[in-house]
């Protein structure tokens, strides 16, 4: 696939991921970005990338509704073929394959943050650019960091 079919792919792939939330989440898209896939001791490239996607979840989400956001977001994969592969209670993270062998999950931060991301591939390697093109800059914080923090509130998921 082309790094351009690559992002449609990623963004249907979270569009598909969060479909069965409602009330839906606000959110913002991360860049793509490509990894080159290696193996052996001396991790000698495969020839292919793979191509992931974060998408920030805005909207708070009180800690009392992530069971039933898990919940939600399970019961909508399992609908579209996913098979859930991990779960973790301790950190609330839940990762899946798609029937299609693309790679989703949703990860819980400790500051209230929630991302889903998405995995496709695969795509050429290409080292010399950006495959996704000229990079657009991400909101950031004043520190620098990411602006993942949530910050709009929601009736049900707020509160």
Known sequence: MTPEQAVQALDALLDEAMSAIRPPLRYWDGWPRSTEQTAGPDDHSLGYATATR??????????????????????????????????????????????????????????????????????PVIRDRDPFGTYEPEPTLPNGNLDIIPRYDDPFWSH
């Open 54 to 123: 974060d998408r920030y979840v805005m909207t708070k989400v009180a800690p009392a509704k992530y069971g039933a956001l898990l919940g939600i977001t399970e019961r909508g994969w399992q609908a579209h073929g996913y098979r859930i592969t991990a779960v973790n209670p301790r950190q609330p993270a839940m990762f899946a394959a798609t029937p299609t062998g693309h790679g989703v999950c949703m990860l819980f931060g400790a500051a209230g943050n929630i991302a889903f991301q998405a995995v496709v591939g695969p795509i």
